[in-house]
């Protein structure tokens, strides 16, 4: 199948389809397509990224269908392939096909509801309750049980501090103009003020002195945010979406990335003072360790200036082009507006020893 005209004849056969684009689907560009057979059920048909390997994509499938084994339903259905669409990659790849690229496809039962921005505070707590239960079944994955160990996220941000130590953001400034997405460079340019203002060079050198306790491990999503939370009309949480980017992690990642990834309500004031009810709904569900706890914070700061690092280095650096670069900015400037708050928080949290 080719990715401008997806062929869902690997699950659904024969049967007649219309098939379309699904608009706003991130920033990842994956192909993504709704797909409608006469029958009248909606799917979702989607690309992983073209670099995933067979035994990642199998092992997100396995999770998926795992998690709904063990009643967490709000977990996409996905779908398996058809006898007659051709012989699976592998027994363990039953609901992948790749296209002539060698590309794997997906092909995954629709959830009707929508993602909210701005989500009420009864519907945040929801969602962190989801969220744990989804945390608690996904602990009993076969194979795959909790452990002991440093959290890998934690690791790649003490590794990212240290790049950013070695080429920070004010070199950008003169190369950036040059760049497709020159448009931006007024926000890299605010960010490097913002950094040098608070700190940014202490809050680096904290990031980089510091040694990661062990905390427990197991399978998460790791790219749970607003965009991948359906709510239905009633603000009951219809279901997560877009698995991809599951693996190991401390259960904390997905707290931060989803919690942090909702603006703040105005008569709650910013980050952590916020949090507090729906991480008590998490833990109504899944108490959450002491270190857990304290990750959470930290990972937020962090995410925030990783997440801008991230930014810059696919528009600046490596000259990436978005189908949308409205929301690119829109997504930049969340980030910018979060930086001074980050940078203080990463100058005085530690996520274990320094």
Known sequence: MHRTHPDPSPWLGSEPVAISPLGGSGFSGAGVFVVQPASGARFVLKNFAPTTPLSHAAWVHELMRHLRACGVTTVPRVMPLEAEGGPALDRASATLAADRSGTLWELIAWIPGAARATPGLVEVARALAELARLHQAAATLPGAPPRVEPSPGVARRIDQARRMQAAPWRRLEHTASCR??????????????????????????????????????QPVLRDVWSDHVLFADDGSVAGFIDFHAAGRD??????????????????????????????????????????????IPWLHATGVICGLENWFRWLFIEGRTFADMRRVAERIDRLIQRLPTALDTACNASPGRN
């Open 250 to 295: 401390t259960p904390a990642t997905d707290l931060a990335r989803l919690l942090g990834s909702w603006p703040p309500d105005d008569h709650r004031g910013p980050g952590p003072e916020r949090w507090q009810e729906a991480i008590a709904a998490y833990e109504a569900v899944r108490p959450l360790a002491p270190e857990e706890r304290t990750l």
């Open 180 to 217: 497709p997405a020159a448009v931006l460079h007024e926000r890299l340019l605010r960010a490097v003020e913002i950094f040098e203002t608070h700190g940014g060079d202490r809050a680096l050198a904290r990031l980089t002195a510091t040694a990661a306790i062990p905390v427990v491990t």
